[in-house]
């Protein structure tokens, strides 16, 4: 190995990554990317000539438990490009701080590729074979991950805390206020806005629904607070009105821990049940006085309802999309059976003239649409067919699937015999130990449950049973009882013009279709 590394020339790219939490927690400055190239820059100088500096590839802003970076996609891509045969980074956690996707390039993806890894502060160069920083690599991986956990709860802990003291820790503030500029954590008010919020607010309490305010706002070009902030054009919408109208912002109260990240390596957001909210009352100036705001919440504009269920389900439900506006097609149906198609976008703003109404027959458009997919099927070669969905799940190679989950529990038992020596080296203390060994042997746990999951796909594949097939094909094809699940399997939106016609996009190759009501 020695000897392949002296011959070789290497294309070498560096990767830095400087995440959110660093920022917010003051990084050290050695971590900033500007040190980070200069460091990585001068070790590839020292290297020699036979190491090209390619490419540096840059991630500031984003977290290390996830891979999806901008920065770190393209080295990939440039890597299966053939660019790149070597990547080198200040330190394992700037590769990333998920440890078992860590492990996964680091031990696989790279090897596979040929790609020589180098971390420069951990020692670790993964074409050097008698390196004994080589065999710790997964264990810094465990505890980067463990890291980036509890950074992540400290972090949010640290955040309820000042919620619960009352401080402003959002980004976004409600329309009439902003941020103190000389106390980022308090609210003031911001006039400009605060006017709106006061139109609305004397609007409700004069009885004026959620629509007609909506109207008034938009009619009257009263700015949005995406215009007022963003220069973005949009409209008010009765949402937004009745969000405005149920705020305890605006009788100086904080609101805060509505939502919550699922967790620390997934970063969508998920609604909180009211009891965890963190309320805490008078914390900034009122816009509107508390008693005009209660008698509002006792109006009928601002109160909970449930939606109506829908008198008709229609079978094209979900699947209509107006062609001018490209805003949804709802479906009405009067007193004496008649469905007709409506753009919600016209609806909602009809005053406005953002669209056309498309008022046309839903029923005249199923039937064209029935009518079309009938004749579409009757072209096709049910062998054909047949014989596509055999040769798909036969290229499914379970028998790969199953050892790769093997060797990732295979993995995971080597670093828990790991980590026990390290305990008994008194490397770790006795909490981390049992720390890390639940950690470990929950993932055990998961990848042993997927591993059943897919050994059952593969008894139960339906590519065993050709009548199956048959059966199932033919009952699709006859298209006798369609349903909107089988409606949404054929085609992926149809989108309704003003002049009558329908373009139907359909799911496979044939892309678009256009027919006339």
């Not at 980074?89 to 700037?94: I, N």
């Not at 680091?106 to 050097?128: A, L, M």
């Not at 062998?383 to 036969?394: D, L, P, Q, R, V």
């Not at 490397?427 to 897919?454: A, C, D, G, H, T």
Request: proline share 2%; glycine share 4%.
């Amino acid at each position: 190995m020695l000897e392949q590394i002296k011959n070789k020339n290497y294309k070498v790219a560096i990767y830095i990554r400087l995440s959110k939490e660093d920022l917010d927690r003051g990084y050290d400055e050695s971590e900033s990317i500007k040190n980070q190239k200069t460091l990585l820059t001068e070790y590839v100088e020292e290297l020699g000539d036979k190491y090209e500096l390619t490419n540096i590839y840059v991630d500031q802003g984003f977290t290390g438990t996830n891979f999806n970076r901008p920065g770190f996609q393209k080295m990939i891509n440039d890597i299966k490009l053939g660019k790149i045969n070597m990547v080198i980074t200040k330190d394992l956690s700037r590769l990333g701080r998920d440890y078992i996707e860590t492990g996964e390039y680091i031990e696989k993806w790279f090897p596979e590729h040929n790609i020589r890894y180098i971390s420069v502060t951990d020692g670790i160069d993964t074409f050097v074979t008698n390196n004994g920083n080589n065999d710790i690599a997964p264990f810094k991986s465990i505890l980067n991950d463990m890291y980036s956990k509890d950074l992540s709860k400290k972090i949010r802990t640290a955040l309820h805390t000042m919620q619960k003291q009352g401080k402003w820790v959002g980004g976004k503030t409600a329309l009439g206020y902003k941020k103190d500029p000389n106390n980022k954590n308090k609210l003031i008010i911001y006039e400009p806005e605060a006017k709106i919020v006061r139109i609305i607010f004397k609007m409700a309490l004069d009885g004026n629904n959620v629509g007609k305010i909506r109207d008034y706002l938009n009619e009257n070009k009263i700015p949005t607070a995406n215009q007022l902030r963003y220069n973005k054009l949009t409209f008010w919408e009765n949402k937004t009105v009745k969000n405005i109208l149920k705020n305890e912002v605006y009788i100086g109260n904080t609101v805060q821990n509505k939502r919550s990240r699922i967790s620390y390596k997934n970063r969508k957001l998920k609604s909180n049940p009211k009891e965890e909210w963190n309320i805490v009352t008078k914390t900034h100036e009122p816009i509107i006085d508390e008693e005009i705001f209660n008698k509002i919440q006792k109006m009928i504009i601002v109160q909970k309802y449930s939606r109506n269920e829908k008198k008709h389900d229609f079978l094209l439900d979900g699947l209509l999309f107006c062609y001018e506006c490209k805003h949804k097609i709802g479906v009405r149906g009067r007193e004496n059976g008649y469905m007709f198609m409506i753009c919600n976008n016209y609806r909602r703003n009809s005053k406005l003239g953002l669209c056309t109404s498309h008022g046309f027959s839903y029923d005249a458009l199923e039937s064209v649409v029935l009518q079309y997919i009938k004749k579409l099927f009757q072209y096709i070669n049910i062998n054909e067919i047949e014989y596509n969905i055999k040769t798909y799940e036969a290229k499914k190679d379970y028998k790969k699937i199953l050892c790769k989950i093997e060797t990732e529990i295979k993995l995971i038992n080597d670093n828990i015999d790991k980590i026990y020596i390290d305990k008994l080296n008194r490397k770790i203390s006795e909490e981390m130990y049992v720390r890390l060994f639940e950690k470990l042997k929950s993932k055990i746990s998961e990848k042993e449950n997927e591993y059943i999951q897919i050994k059952n796909e593969k008894e139960n594949n339906t590519y065993n049973n050709p009548e199956k097939i048959k059966n199932l094909l033919n009952e699709f094809l006859k298209i006798e009882k369609p349903t909107q699940e089988l409606m949404k399997v054929i085609i992926s939106k149809i989108e309704i013009h003003q002049n009558k016609q329908i373009d139907i996009y359909l799911n496979f190759k044939k892309p678009k279709e256009n027919c006339l009501l």
